[in-house]
């Protein structure tokens, strides 16, 4: 058991090696569209260039892990130590959102390339300049951060409609990608605090088989964008807020701390 947690750890990033500093994290069900009768399979995930592991249930590193159907909310009940996380029978008919909320983690920077790699690829402007600013070293400091993970399900026919969860970040779906036109796209808010986050990178992750292609684009004045999408494909959004925590003292804890938005589904054959 001391072996597979510590092997948990790691993919999480809790080791502190700073090796989670670009992992998206997101919820994937084994399939985004369901029958009544039928049971959801989810896991999360961790990794890169949306691969990677399936981790295990730990429920005190989850604040939140519900599923949505139209105006009803249903806890998510699993065990310790279950993979995959989530194994429910589906209660109704409708669109249903998955809602995942981790709790703090924390990993060390012991190399300034590693935090100026992360800083340019989610594109944070004025950041480095601020942590100069701030007198923060170029290593030895620590990050704190929060995932905050959405998927969209089919169920039955898949009526209904994405909305805000409360999060204190997340990607809305202003569209549902199993009912609606998406000839033009699939339009998204992103949302920070219940706020539009306006010229906010939404970095797309499009997946078909074992190839997936990645772009990014940007938020509009008011925290929209519209998100090219294919028939038949599996996309993982992502948006990332880094923001300081107060504490300039790297011996007191992280100097900064950020908040990942992730959103799932799939885009039906049709």
């Not at 069900?29 to 029958?35: L, N, Q, R, V």
């Not at 959801?40 to 249930?57: E, I």
């Not at 600013?133 to 995932?147: C, I, M």
């Not at 036109?181 to 499009?206: K, M, N, S, T």
Request: hydrophobic fraction near 40%; charge should be negative; charged fraction near 20%.
């Amino acid at each position: 058991m001391r072996i597979r947690l510590l092997f948990i750890a790691a993919i999480l990033g809790l080791s502190g090696t700073g090796a989670a500093l670009s992992h998206e994290f997101w919820v994937s069900p084994d399939t985004y569209e369901i029958d009544t009768a039928q049971t959801l399979v989810v896991n999360t995930r961790v990794g890169q260039n949306f691969k990677g592991s399936a981790l295990s249930y730990f429920p005190d590193q989850i604040t939140r892990f519900d599923l949505t159907i139209g105006d009803r909310s249903y806890p998510v009940k699993s065990r310790l130590g279950d993979r995959p996380i989530m194994q429910m029978q589906m209660p109704q008919p409708g669109l249903g959102v998955i809602v995942h909320e981790t709790n703090d983690k924390r990993l060390n920077y012991s190399e300034w390339a590693k935090f100026i790699k992360f800083v340019e690829h989610k594109a944070f402007d004025g950041v480095l300049k601020a942590h100069a600013q701030r007198g923060l070293p170029d290593s030895g400091f620590s990050e704190s951060y929060r995932r905050f993970a959405k998927a969209l399900v089919a169920i039955g026919g898949g009526a209904g409609q994405d909305r805000a969860f409360g999060l204190e970040t997340e990607i809305v779906a202003l569209a549902n990608p199993y009912t609606d036109d998406l000839g033009a796209g699939l339009p998204v808010q992103v949302l920070y605090q219940g706020a539009p986050r306006i010229g906010a990178q939404v970095e797309v992750f499009e997946k078909s088989g074992d190839t997936v292609t990645v772009f990014t684009t940007v938020t509009d004045d008011t925290g929209r964008a519209m998100i090219p999408v294919k028939p038949a494909h599996e996309y993982l959004l992502d948006a990332v807020v880094l923001r300081s925590t107060g504490n300039d003292d790297v011996s007191q804890g992280p100097v900064w701390h950020s908040l990942w938005a992730a959103l799932t589904f799939r885009t039906p054959d049709r």
